[in-house]
């Protein structure tokens, strides 16, 4: 379970971040982007370089498709947090785990307890109420954020199955690699003003970024995904709450804590027999 706490950690890390750097009017999402996918590639790379690895063609089919994916999620997470606000943003990224879930279940048949079922349903029916909390809330952008956010999450599972047996840390390189191009071919063709602050603000983010992925990669080797997903949304979501009310002031409805009350039994119900 460390690997997966160490996950948690990175992940909410990152949620504030963003939400941080994205006070300031003049910073360009783009070029924040473009620094972190910079920075996690390099790391993916060093890390790389100290293990075994042999490069096949078949490599770089996921990473190619899933660096787009990472990309648009951060795009729209970004989006999200900006008009719908940071906790509905972050638990509409973590109610996608439905559909990393179903996929561990239906491809690499990864089975639970009865008990953690009811875990992980109390968990995603939190979210979806969470979600119905408040009115005022873009219900278009937080679709697209979770169909995105969700399939996204599923390629480092598949790579560890499908990975002619390389390290995590090489799927990771060329996953934020592809992003990073993707990225730069954007940025080319919006001709977005360049930002320099936005670069380096993205170096900063790239850092947690690669090991959130890095550390969620290396719990598979444990836990199924079955478990690691809905534990990994749980935990973020209830510490960038407290992050929400104790480092930004907002302050939460009766039925918003209700919610996450039952997020946090849904957990402890997900993780029993473990």
Known sequence: MKYLALSILCSVAVANLLKFFSRDKSHSSMYMFLGNYFI???AGLLFTLNSDFH???????????SGFFFLMGFVYYLKNISVNGLSISVSTFRMSLVIPV????????????????????LIFSAFVMLGRERKKYNV?????????????????????????????????????????IFNLIFISFSKIKTSFKSFMNGLIIGIPNFFNAFFLMKSFDTIAGTLAYPVLSASTVILTMAADFFIWKKRF????????SVIIVGMVLAVASF
Do not use: C, Q, W
Not at 147 to 175: C, M, Q, V
């Open 55 to 65: 490069f096949h063609s078949t490599d770089l089919i996921i990473p190619a498709v």
């Open 140 to 180: 278009f952008l937080l679709a697209i954020l979770f169909l995105i956010a969700g399939f996204a999450d599923f390629f480092p599972k598949l790579y560890t199955r499908f990975s002619n047996h390389n390290p995590n840390s090489f799927y990771l390189a060329l996953n934020f690699l592809f992003a990073f």
């Open 102 to 121: 179903a996929g561990s279940m239906l491809i690499f048949k990864e089975y639970l307890y009865l008990i953690n079922y009811v875990g992980i349903l």
């Open 253 to 260: 409805s009766k039925t918003e804590y209700i919610l996450y």
């Open 40 to 42: 996690a590639s390099l």
